[in-house]
T-cell receptor
Framework: NAGVMQNPRHLVRRRGQEARLRCSPMKGHSHVYWYRQLPEEGLKFMVYLQKENIIDESGMPKERFSAEFPKEGPSILRIQQVVRGDSAAYFC??????????????FGDGTRLSIL | KQEVTQIPAALSVPEGENLVLNCSFTDSAIYNLQWFRQDPGKGLTSLLLIQSSQREQTSGRLNASLDKSSGRSTLYIAASQPGDSATYLCAVPNQAGTALIFGKGTTLSVSS
């Protein structure tokens, strides 16, 4: 059983470049969530998507960050013009239904983003 | 606004001890509470999910309890082993049910 797959596992970018993080949910899961874990901070919610729709993006910065979950292919978290403060571990989770109610979220191993 | 707090932030115990990790939340109107384990450089592994109507859940040496009225949950680990060393996180859904709100975790170290 393939779990939630994230790639790359590690990503290094220079300030001003773009970062693209990919997440393939578990088979049969159509709900995807992105979280960010900053050093010494807890996991913080960023965005929740269902196929082709953004349901809740209240945790995502308004500028430079965007997310998509197309009909075909993985979910993508895109960060434009990266800055040092974007250095963090980015985790993706998936579920079969809306996870807040009664469906557990299953997490990937994360992408560690480092900004030089 | 829901806030989740975990105490202690770190805990060191010798192998074989029974231990309790604590989690508190400010808004008792929750759908459920979930306990996770995170190993260094890894993602989160779900350990137990307690529905709001339940008082506890058990899985092997792990037992999680939930007291909604007091806004508390505990994770009890029996006969701890070095392999239990990890960071343990608790989380509750936000009011809309669209995201999980996490505590900062308790980092457990079990020495042999």
């Amino acid at each position: 059983n393939a779990g939630v797959m994230q790639n790359p596992r590690h990503l290094v970018r220079r300030r001003g470049q773009e970062a693209r993080l990919r997440c393939s949910p578990m088979k049969g899961h159509s709900h995807v969530y992105w979280y960010r874990q900053l050093p010494e901070e807890g996991l913080k919610f960023m965005v929740y998507l269902q196929k082709e729709n953004i349901i809740d993006e209240s945790g995502m910065p308004k500028e430079r960050f965007s997310a998509e979950f197309p009909k075909e292919g993985p979910s993508i978290l895109r960060i434009q013009q990266v800055v040092r403060g974007d250095s963090a571990a980015y985790f993706c989770a998936s579920s079969t239904g809306q996870a807040g109610i009664n469906q557990p979220q299953h997490f990937g191993d994360g992408t560690r983003l480092s900004i030089l | 606004k829901q806030e989740v707090t975990q105490i202690p932030a770190a805990l060191s115990v010798p192998e074989g001890e029974n231990l309790v990790l604590n989690c508190s939340f400010t808004d008792s109107a929750i759908y459920n509470l979930q306990w996770f384990r995170q190993d260094p450089g890894k993602g989160l592994t779900s350990l137990l999910l307690i529905q709001s109507s339940q008082r506890e859940q058990t899985s092997g040496r792990l037992n999680a309890s939930l007291d909604k009225s007091s806004g508390r949950s505990t994770l009890y680990i029996a006969a701890s082993q070095p392999g239990d060393s990890a960071t343990y996180l608790c989380a509750v859904p936000n009011q809309a049910g669209t995201a999980l709100i996490f505590g900062k975790g308790t980092t457990l170290s079990v020495s042999s």
